[in-house]
């Protein structure tokens, strides 16, 4: 069974950057051809999807964050990570990370997240 | 980006009742909706995959069905633990976009 578990500040001061990590457990994150992401969700419960970081370590992020983002991983501990720099309050969230899989229709692979960790909550207050 | 709208923001609905969602993608992104569960504690689970593909462990009441732009999340019959947060998310293009989530509450 895969897991994955957040583990966050909990507290970040406005500017300064905000890390959180997601530890991997079951399932090997160079495993092809998964993908492992971050989402958030704000107060008012909107979801952001905010990146990924490939079996094979590359990136992709959403343009909205993509000045103050960055998603790293290491292979040796199975866990990746997330850093968002120059914080505000707007940042404030419940940060998750979840596991990208496919469905192969015959044709074309198609995505979706089946996997989620329980989330982290990140306030961003002075 | 494409831009999800999920009706209704609020749905109270009866033990045993059958109610549906709605998702309304603001261009088409052919059949490339997924739909999440997200429980009080704020655990999340997928549901539906591309559509209508029931995710493994996920109950037969639930069903996915839609088509271009307009895509619907049913359950057939409510039960206790149907009551949460439900979001559609598209995976047409990126960026990911995920509805604006509806409540399914108890009446």
């Known amino acids: 069974q895969v897991n994955l578990q957040e583990s966050g500040p909990g507290i970040v001061k406005p500017s300064q950057p905000l890390s959180v990590t997601c530890s991997v457990t079951g399932y090997s994150i160079t495993t092809s051809y998964y993908y492992w992401n971050w989402i958030r969700k704000f107060p008012g419960n909107k979801l952001e999807w905010m990146g990924y970081i490939s079996y094979d370590g590359s990136i992709y992020y959403n343009p909205s964050l993509k000045s103050r983002i960055s998603i790293t991983r290491d292979t040796s501990k199975n866990q990746f990570f997330l850093q968002l720099n120059t914080v505000t309050t707007e940042d404030t969230a419940v940060y998750y990370c979840a596991r990208d899989s496919y469905y192969y229709d015959g044709t074309y692979p198609h995505w979706y997240f089946d996997f989620w960790g329980p989330g982290t909550m990140v306030t961003v207050s002075s | 980006d494409i831009q999800m709208t999920q009706s209704p923001s609020s749905l109270p609905a009866s033990l045993g009742e059958r109610v549906t969602i709605s998702c309304r993608a603001s261009q088409g992104i052919s059949n490339n909706l997924n739909w999440y569960q997200q429980k009080p504690d704020g655990t999340i689970k997928p549901l539906i995959y591309?559509?209508?593909n029931l995710q493994s462990g996920v109950p037969s009441r639930f069903s996915g069905s839609g088509s271009g732009t307009d895509y619907s999340l049913t359950i057939s019959s409510l039960e206790p633990e149907d009551f949460a947060m439900y979001y559609c998310?598209?995976?047409?293009?990126?960026?990911?976009?995920f509805g604006g989530g509806t409540k399914l509450e108890l009446k």
């Open positions: 998310q598209q995976d047409a293009s990126f960026p990911r976009t």
């Open positions: 591309y559509t209508s």
